[in-house]
């Protein structure tokens, strides 16, 4: 749960938006400013717990979740089940996902049915189908591939200079 959330202010000039009706707009701003929406934006929050908030009727409010539908400030599954916040995401992290939000995201999905909109998601956003166990912040150091670095001998038959030469010599560089 996130004490604040951004609201589009491009939203206040644009023209789909000011077309809806004053209960649609004010449901929209509720589905994003409520506290239980995932950063994802695919929340299966019930719109008309989120209507009756601001006193829309059950009724009018799927209404609105129609109306959203089509100006394309929502989707929805065709059970209405799970509702997609178009943008959301990108808003509320002021880019798109990295690394690390990719898989708290997949993390939140997977109580998620399996829908074609929320595969969609996934892929709009490269989200992954699986959650690796950890993730870390930093930087992954691979192992190079030992076949293409040169080979060192230990021993001084075949004029390397063996393993405890090379030691004396680190012992008279050191002091």
């Known amino acids: 749960m996130r004490a604040a959330r951004y609201i589009p202010t491009r939203w206040m000039i ?13 449901l929209l701003v509720g589905l994003w400013a409520w506290p239980d929406t995932p950063t994802s934006g695919l929340t299966i929050t019930d719109p008309t717990t989120i209507g009756r908030a601001f006193g829309i009727s059950a009724r009018r409010t799927r209404h609105c979740i129609v109306e959203l539908a089509q100006a394309g ?54 989200i992954p189908d699986t959650v690796p166990n950890r993730v870390s912040a930093r930087v992954s150091h691979t ?17 390397g200079a063996g393993t405890t030469a090379a030691k004396r010599a680190t012992r008279r560089r050191a002091a």
């Not at 992290?93 to 998601?121: E, F, S």
């Not at 293409?148 to 038959?157: R, Y």
């Open 73 to 126: 400030f929502i989707e929805t599954d065709p059970d209405g089940l799970v509702v997609w916040l178009i943008g959301f995401i990108e808003t509320q992290l002021g880019q798109m996902p990295n690394r690390l939000h990719k898989v708290a995201t997949a993390r939140q999905i997977q109580a998620l049915p399996a829908t074609p909109m929320v595969r969609r998601y996934r892929q709009k956003y490269g």
């Open 14 to 26: 644009d023209r789909e938006f000011l077309d809806l009706k004053a209960d649609t707009r004010m």
């Open 143 to 159: 192992v190079p591939d030992t076949a293409s670095l040169p080979v060192l001998s230990n021993s001084g038959e075949d004029g």
